[in-house]
């Protein structure tokens, strides 16, 4: 299965997203927060998940399912901050649309539909069926998507490229909780590791395809010094080998991770498309540090977005700059 990263050009659709509602940035301040959470150098010790397929509660915390329109589909994703989620785009756009090109994407993002997202996380279990039986103890939360952000390379390399988008969730998460985790971003000098590379999701099983309710799972890789040159991909991908386990439709978006520090990891890329569950490759950008250690003035959409609304800018211009996690040129907003 082969998965891709990339976060440069980002479209909001309209038919997953709030009119008028602007992409919203994470303060100076916590940003500061999350890069001091994620120094190497932090020594406390705290239990990581081991060799264990099944995830407990209190691990990979970072780790969330995506509900797209009520039970049609779902993905995994990684929250990275206390009011996004990094996944993948093809959860939320048809391959014929990316096939399409930039054209195509322009078009999809104008099309108003009203697909309901909801992101759950804070547990270990999920109920995918009305009669799911998880423990009530494993069971988390399920907040609403306010917006989704599209990597519009997804559209310009018409799939091969660029299949990353964020979600903004409809709340800010409390600072101080204890049910979720925020993942780190790879900083300039994050190698990526060859091996122990792990990712956590909801996927389908094949072997138990009616199942309904659905456990956190945990897989393991190790990274392929060259990807197969039979399988097209853009040049922000490369491929791991899974451990004897297999991520699965329904595991798209799940962060990759390796360790940042005793405590925390980050994720170096996304889990994208594959062949089948018997055959998995993973795809992650080469270079991630290059875009999501980046940060950037987001003031640059909300100016857009006032002029828009018929403003100037101006006062907009003179506010205090806010900080975001990623870098990217150009956000379309409805």
């Not at 093809?90 to 909801?118: I, L, Q």
């Not at 609403?144 to 903004?168: H, M, N, P, T, W």
């Not at 990759?256 to 996304?270: D, L």
């Not at 205090?320 to 040129?329: Q, R, S, V």
Request: positive net charge; aromatic residues 8%.
């Amino acid at each position: 299965m082969l998965y891709t990263v990339f976060v440069f050009f980002l479209f909001c659709n309209p038919c997953l997203c709030k009119q008028n509602y602007v992409f919203k940035a994470i303060s100076t301040r916590e940003n500061r927060r999350l890069l001091q959470l994620c120094d190497e150098n932090v020594k406390t010790v705290e239990k990581r998940m081991m060799n264990a397929v099944s995830v407990k509660k209190g691990e990979m915390k970072y780790a969330v399912m995506l509900d797209i329109g009520n039970g049609a589909s779902r993905c995994a994703g990684v929250i990275i901050s206390r009011q996004h989620v990094l996944t993948a785009a093809h959860c939320f756009v048809a391959e014929k649309d990316c096939r399409g090109g930039a054209e195509h994407g322009k078009k999809w993002k104008k099309r108003g539909k009203t697909t309901p997202v909801y992101v759950h996380l804070g547990g270990n279990c999920v109920n995918v069926q009305p009669n799911g039986k998880c423990p009530k103890s494993e069971v988390g939360r399920a907040i609403k998507a306010a917006q989704i952000g599209v990597s519009g390379r997804y559209f310009e390399s018409k799939c091969l490229s660029g299949d990353i988008a964020i979600v903004q969730l409809n709340t800010v998460l409390p600072k101080d909780a204890d049910y979720y985790d925020i993942a780190c971003l790879p900083r300039s000098t994050t190698k990526l590791n060859m091996h122990n590379l792990a990712s956590a999701g909801y996927g389908y099983d094949p072997n138990h395809a009616s199942v309904a309710e659905k456990h956190l799972e945990r897989v393991t890789y190790d990274r392929e010094p060259f990807c197969d040159p039979s399988i097209k991909v853009g040049k922000d991908v490369f491929c791991v080998v899974e451990r004897n386990q297999f991520a699965c439709k329904g595991d798209s978006g799940s962060g990759v991770m390796q360790p940042a520090n005793k405590i925390r990891s980050y994720v170096m890329g996304v889990l994208s498309k594959g062949l089948n569950c018997n055959d998995v490759q993973i795809a992650l950008k080469q270079h991630p540090q290059r875009i999501l250690q980046r940060v950037f003035d987001l003031l640059k959409a909300e100016v857009v977005m006032e002029m828009v609304n018929g403003g100037s800018g101006r006062n907009l211009m003179e506010r205090k700059k806010a900080l975001f996690i990623f870098l990217y040129e150009s956000l379309y907003l409805t």
